[in-house]
């Protein structure tokens, strides 16, 4: 109760429930300060030192209770305390200094809808000083927020999700010509198709957890679908015309359509250990497991020594296009209002897997 009004009479506003972005609460420089490193300078450690008091808060409000009666007498505890529980429901001291840019854009879009440009090109803000305070607390990571940010708007965008949903369908495929060889069911050839494809990136998303579980094809079931629609299609062209799969036209186009499905489901897998901010030792592994998963999987359940352990060059060229992208992508880190240069990154990793993917089958090179 306050003042004789009960909480639940009051009507609380929150502009975040109705879709608006309410960027407040933000450190504001003149842009020609932040050219001087001696006030970048005094920027993060101004933020250093706010998180480390609002940690110091959350862990013991009393003390800090007690700190401010003693800075003015006439205060009354039981009105501080209260006051300091409601805006630590609010603070989180590990975002203290820390700018969202997925907040940015929707405020931006918000804002200049109508203007015809992009906050960027403003340049209105910046993850310089940011990412000095992660310096200054030892967790800086590899790859820079924006430069993240710009991977993770790629992996989101729909041409890149049905470039994938391409690499899907080719292994899918290539479970199913191999399910048919064996005699399966059409059950049967559906799971090694299903085991084929997504089982690579289950591998992958349990090894990150997190926000990728549950697993990605239970709130999107595009992936699944297409993998459904393939088999079903694919049983019934090939009882219709069973010698087709051994025709050379046929034996080419899928070679040609593996190299591109395998260089999509291989970047995938690098730019979600990217996203999801994962040492940067695992982005390669974790690449190459979202190639050679499904693989592994299927030959398991079909009681048989993996094909990937018999010399055939396969994820170590995702691993080596996984680590030209991390290259890139250290050069990205110094341009974040450019992500053009991310995208950059990206097509040079695509373009590396798949000239390897040509170079390794062309050659015939493999392990002795």
Not at 110 to 129: D, K, N, S
Request: glycine fraction near 10%; proline fraction near 4%; hydrophobic fraction near 45%.
């Amino acid at each position: 109760v306050s003042r004789g009004v009960q909480v639940s009479d009051l009507v609380i506003f929150r502009p975040e429930d109705a879709g608006v972005v309410d960027l407040q609460d933000g450190l504001y420089v003149l842009t020609d300060r932040l050219s001087s490193p001696a006030f970048r300078k005094q920027l993060t450690q101004l933020v250093v030192g706010l998180r480390r008091g609002w940690r110091t808060v959350h862990e013991n409000p009393t003390m800090a209770v007690t700190l401010t009666l003693g800075l003015d007498a006439s205060l009354e505890r039981f009105q501080q305390r209260q006051m300091l529980e409601s805006v630590l429901q609010l603070v989180e001291p590990e975002k203290v200094g820390y700018l969202d840019l997925n907040e940015l854009e929707k405020a931006e879009r918000q804002a200049l809808a109508g203007a015809g440009t992009t906050a960027a090109e403003y340049r209105i803000w910046t993850h310089g000083v940011w990412n000095e305070v992660q310096k200054a607390e030892g967790k800086a990571p590899l790859i820079t927020e924006a430069t993240r940010h710009a991977v993770d708007g790629v992996l989101n965008s729909t041409p890149f999700n049905l470039f994938v949903l391409f690499g899907v369908g080719v292994f899918a495929l290539g479970g199913l010509l191999e399910s048919i060889q064996l005699g399966h069911s059409l059950w049967g050839r559906h799971i090694i198709s299903l085991i084929s494809c997504l089982g690579g990136g289950m591998i992958r998303d349990l090894l990150i957890g997190a926000e990728r579980l549950p697993f990605y094809f239970t709130r999107d079931l595009t992936q699944p679908a297409a993998i459904l629609a393939i088999v079903l299609l694919g049983s019934l062209f090939f009882r219709v015309y069973p010698d087709s799969k051994g025709t050379p036209g046929f034996i080419k186009t899928k070679r040609y359509a593996d190299f591109f499905g395998f260089s999509a489901i291989a970047l995938k897998g690098a730019m979600v250990a990217v996203a999801a901010n994962m040492p940067w030792p695992l982005i390669p592994v974790c690449s190459a497991i979202t190639c050679v998963g499904g693989g592994i999987l299927r030959d398991v359940l079909l009681n048989r020594e993996p094909r990937s352990f018999r010399g055939t060059i396969y994820e170590e060229v995702a691993m080596v296009s996984a680590f030209i992208l991390l290259g890139g992508l250290l050069v990205a880190n110094r341009f974040e209002h450019e992500p053009a240069v991310a995208h950059a990154a990206l097509a040079a990793s695509l373009l590396a897997s798949l000239g390897l993917r040509f170079l390794v089958e062309y050659r015939q090179i493999r392990w002795k």
